[in-house]
């Protein structure tokens, strides 16, 4: 009998599955229904149960941290539990929030507007201005990025009538006075890029139609958006207009309430950051200028004003390494913090602009090892005073969340994070494992100590977008993977950010192969050491990393025990045609050409299923509010290895947006189903079931 393995690499558009790329389409959900009735019957039994239950029970502790930002004199907080699954926006003092149990005004009540509107909301943004007691608020559907935008008074604790108010659409705000927005939204006829964002930034005054509101700046419709940003820390309330050009490039122009005066001469690769008369930029590549060479992933510092009169004489205030690079930067008052990776350990330092340099310290009392994330407390630069937020952890040891104040010495502990699992007998190795061409590829191991040859395995990685993946405290593979004797590796694949831009370009457009020849290594050198074999390792990841899993399944499907791929993006085919995928083809490459077609088919692993192969069982899972990655990615893969013959299940539960679900209880049962189906096909009973 013939197998119909329609899309192939020879006939790529030739795909019998495009139904399944009607969202609401009445078949697709009949399928979606159906595919969802078989995973479930087969893994969502009492053992289900059990670990779902716990699994939310852990997530809405009362003594989770509460983190939050300044506002004024406030401390606001979106706060999710079992009572309030939706959440409740609070508010409260930093003098209050010291305490153990802190008294919280309440501002919105989310699951009570839902239910009063009979709309499936959550609260996905904040947009106030200083000095003001007036807020935009971004409500989401069921966790989809397109928000319905709607003024909020903070004083009343309600929405303002006929205050301002747009239908749902991908984008936000900026307030420039009380009676005027800078809107960015694709709200409207023309108003969006190919990729489904802003395509301009007008100006939207109190009274007005949105249609009449005046378009101050344009992107074209290629380019991925159009955004905005006012910048408080000057006297004339300098406008900051952008054009995202892709992912990693833009096109900066600087002005006022009348549009951009002047587009900055900078190259678009760059990473900028700009506050009052100081602006500092990395770009991402060796950059020459007035007879000086720069080089790629170095931090550079110059006066706005001196740049803009002709000056192009950069302080260095960071030199990359080959592993040594900057993960971000910021500023909080008058220094910029930079955030970086030494080796994989955190760093900080600390530089302050005057009139007769830049000095620089390094920011102390932080561990040396583990998991470190600095920001500001304060959500506006206008009224920051300097003080940041940190938080600090590692796989065993959960986060405490530290305030360092301006002009005090050492970090102050705000909240610990309560311990989740049972961390006895477990211990944090980092190991390295070389990839096909040669690359050292860093990865960090957690579980018992010692190898039995037969440990349990959850694998996961990313490897895309610059994104660096850290050693998190994680409290559900804590709790029902690490307890119950598993062992759990993070890789750090190339795509990355971690070491920086060169780390990144080498796993990325044609390159991405690389990223997924990493992962095997990884598994390979698990083998190697003695920890397990190939059937007990089950493997996870999601989004990018959704092409990551499936490719383990065509090209080192004798690797793998079994996969978990989750909210995925796989079909490199029609991705620019999905949702927002055009908004990646810098990170890819563009199926409509030929030249780059021919490395994006490699890694199509929907396009590279083969007949009579021995793959892995796979659950593939996405949500069906997914607006960003488009849940036909899934749908289609899940039913062409079926009716290929594979053992391949699906689930798609309704809500979650580009994420595991939309409060506490749905995100612990997705994930607890890829838990369940793993740890059934790697054939480890745990225990528990």
């Known amino acids: 009998?013939?197998?119909?393995?329609?899309?192939?690499?020879?006939?790529?558009?030739?795909?019998?599955?495009?139904?399944?790329?009607e969202i609401e389409g009445k078949q697709a959900l009949d399928f979606v229904a159906r595919q969802n009735g078989l995973t479930l019957d087969a893994f969502g039994g009492a053992a289900f149960a059990r670990d779902r239950d716990i699994l939310a029970a852990i997530y809405d502790r009362p003594d989770n941290i509460p983190y939050v930002s300044r506002r004024g004199d406030d401390l606001h907080n979106l706060w999710k539990d079992a009572t309030n699954p939706r959440g409740l926006w609070r508010r409260t003092t930093l003098a209050e929030f010291r305490k153990a149990d802190p008294a919280w005004e309440i501002m919105l009540d989310v699951d009570r507007l839902a239910a009063k509107e009979g709309e499936d909301w959550l609260l996905s943004g904040i947009a106030t201005m200083p000095g003001s007691s007036r807020a935009i608020l971004s409500l989401s559907r069921g966790g989809s990025d397109a928000v319905t935008l709607r003024e909020f008074d903070l004083d009343t604790k309600s929405f303002v009538a006929d205050g301002f108010a747009l239908p749902e659409a991908k984008g936000g705000v900026d307030w420039l006075d009380a009676d005027a927005l800078l809107l960015a939204s694709a709200h409207g006829e023309g108003m969006a890029t190919t990729s489904g964002y802003a395509r301009t930034v007008r100006l939207w005054r109190r009274g007005q139609p949105v249609e009449q509101a005046t378009v101050l700046f344009e992107a074209s419709a290629s380019d991925m958006a159009a955004y905005c940003h006012v910048d408080r820390m000057t006297s004339n309330?300098?406008?900051?207009?952008?054009?995202?050009?892709?992912?990693?490039?833009?096109?900066?122009?600087?002005?006022?309430?009348?549009?951009?005066?002047?587009?900055?001469?900078?190259?678009?690769?760059?990473e900028l950051q700009a506050q009052g008369d100081w602006l500092t930029i990395k770009p991402r590549a060796d950059w020459s200028v007035d007879g000086r060479t720069y080089k790629a992933d170095a931090v550079l510092g110059i006066s706005l004003s001196v740049f803009l009169a002709g000056g192009r004489e950069f302080t260095?205030?960071?030199?990359?390494?080959?592993?040594?690079?900057?993960?971000?930067?910021?500023?909080?008052?008058?220094?910029?913090?930079?955030?970086?990776?030494?080796?994989?350990?955190?760093?900080?330092?600390?530089?302050t602009p005057s009139a007769t340099g830049?000095?620089?310290?390094?920011?102390?009392?932080?561990p040396q090892i583990g998991v470190i994330d600095i920001w500001p407390l304060d959500r506006h630069p206008s009224e920051s005073n300097g003080d940041l937020l940190a938080n600090v952890q590692d796989p065993l040891t959960p986060p405490s969340l530290l305030l360092m104040e301006r002009g005090v010495a050492g970090p102050a502990v705000l909240k610990q994070a309560p311990k989740t699992f049972t961390a006895d007998g477990l211990v944090v190795t980092q190991h390295e494992a070389i990839s096909i061409d040669g690359?050292?590829?860093?990865?960090?191991?957690?579980?018992?100590?010692?190898?039995?040859?037969?440990?349990?395995?959850?694998?996961?990685?990313?490897?895309?977008?610059a994104h660096s993946v850290k050693?998190?405290?994680?409290?559900?593979?804590?709790?029902?993977?690490?307890?119950?004797?598993?062992?759990?590796?993070?890789?750090?694949?190339?795509?990355?950010?971690?070491?920086?831009?060169?780390?990144?370009?080498?796993?990325?457009?044609?390159?991405?192969?690389?990223?997924?020849?990493?992962?095997?290594?990884?598994?390979?050198?698990?083998?190697?050491?003695?920890?397990?074999?190939?059937?007990?390792?089950?493997?996870?990841g999601g989004s990018n990393g959704g092409i990551l899993i499936t490719n383990m399944?065509?090209?080192?499907?004798?690797?793998?025990?079994?996969?978990?791929?989750?909210?995925?993006?796989?079909?490199?085919?029609?991705?620019?045609?999905?949702?927002?995928?055009?908004?990646?083809?810098?990170?890819?490459?563009?199926?409509?050409?030929?030249?780059?077609?021919?490395?994006?088919?490699?890694?199509?692993?929907?396009?590279?299923?083969?007949?009579?192969?021995?793959?892995?069982?796979?659950?593939?899972?996405?949500?069906?509010?997914?607006?960003?990655?488009?849940?036909?990615?899934?749908?289609?893969?899940?039913?062409?290895?079926?009716?290929?013959?594979?053992?391949?299940?699906?689930?798609?539960?309704?809500?979650?947006?580009h994420g595991y679900g939309k409060d506490n209880r749905e995100r612990a049962g997705f994930e607890v189903l890829g838990f369940r189906f793993l740890k059934d096909k790697i054939g480890w009973r745990d225990g528990e079931a």
């Open 553 to 657: 399944l065509v090209r080192y499907p004798e690797r793998f025990g079994a996969l978990f791929c989750t909210i995925p993006l796989i079909d490199m085919r029609r991705y620019t045609r999905l949702l927002a995928g055009a908004s990646w083809i810098a990170e890819y490459g563009d199926p409509d050409k030929p030249e780059e077609w021919d490395w994006l088919k490699t890694y199509s692993a929907y396009h590279n299923v083969k007949a009579g192969q021995t793959y892995p069982p796979i659950l593939i899972a996405t949500t069906r509010r997914d607006d960003r990655v488009h849940p036909g990615h899934a749908r289609k893969m899940t039913a062409k290895l079926q009716a290929m013959g594979y053992e391949a299940w699906f689930y798609e539960p309704e809500a979650g947006g």
């Open 237 to 270: 309330r300098t406008i900051w207009f952008g054009r995202m050009l892709d992912f990693f490039n833009f096109s900066v122009s600087i002005g006022d309430q009348t549009g951009p005066l002047s587009k900055m001469d900078l190259p678009t690769n760059i």
């Open 471 to 540: 050693p998190y405290y994680n409290a559900s593979l804590g709790k029902l993977w690490l307890e119950r004797g598993g062992t759990t590796v993070q890789a750090n694949l190339r795509g990355g950010g971690e070491f920086g831009t060169r780390w990144h370009d080498a796993g990325r457009l044609a390159g991405k192969k690389l990223s997924h020849d990493d992962f095997a290594a990884v598994a390979a050198d698990l083998v190697r050491r003695g920890v397990t074999r190939a059937k007990r390792i089950a493997a996870q």
């Open 358 to 366: 830049w000095s620089r310290e390094t920011l102390g009392g932080l």
């Open 439 to 465: 690359e050292r590829i860093p990865y960090v191991q957690t579980g018992p100590a010692g190898e039995t040859g037969d440990a349990p395995v959850y694998m996961s990685a990313y490897g895309g977008f």
């Open 1 to 21: 009998m013939t197998v119909d393995d329609r899309p192939t690499l020879s006939a790529p558009d030739d795909d019998p599955w495009l139904w399944l790329e």
């Open 316 to 351: 260095v205030l960071f030199e990359p390494a080959p592993r040594r690079a900057v993960q971000g930067f910021f500023w909080a008052a008058d220094r910029l913090v930079l955030s970086i990776l030494d080796e994989l350990r955190p760093r900080f330092e600390i530089c």
